[in-house]
Nanobody, 125 residues
Framework: QVRLAESGGGLVQAGGSLRLSCTPT????????MAWFRQAPGRDREFVAA????????FTADSVKDRFTISRDNAKNTMYLQMHSLKPEDTAVYYC??????????????????WGQGTQVIVSS
């Protein structure tokens, strides 16, 4: 069982920045892809960005790719989401997720096996 812990959420004004982190709390950790999703109240969970763990290849949703950057530190087994120029519509609970097996595009919730508890991001106008 993989357990994931997110951190770094909070309240920020529009135009500000935040960096989210995701770290597995299990002793051994193997993953094919790690991702960030977000879910705003009353909306479906949506893909934000992902990174193929071994190669470090990132892919980011078009809606945020000019503002958000996903990265990972292999040595620390930690994934990051750097968010700049935040907008009120970025307000959501942000979740990290791990896909244990291969997925071709890895955009869907169904591609992921393990999820963190989420960290709240609130962007005030």
């Amino acid at each position: 069982q993989v357990r994931l812990a997110e951190s770094g959420g909070g309240l920020v004004q529009a135009g500000g920045s935040l960096r989210l982190s995701c770290t597995p709390t299990t002793r051994t950790f193997r993953t094919y892809v790690m991702a960030w999703f977000r879910q705003a109240p009353g909306r479906d969970r949506e893909f934000v960005a992902a990174i193929r763990w071994s190669a470090g290849t990132p892919f980011t949703a078009d809606s945020v790719k000019d503002r958000f950057t996903i990265s990972r530190d292999n040595a620390k087994n930690t994934m990051y989401l750097q968010m700049h120029s935040l907008k009120p519509e970025d307000t959501a609970v942000y979740y990290c997720a791990s896909a244990q097996g291969y997925c071709s595009e890895c955009y869907g919730v169904q591609d992921y096996d393990y999820w963190g508890q989420g960290t709240q991001v609130i962007v005030s106008s």
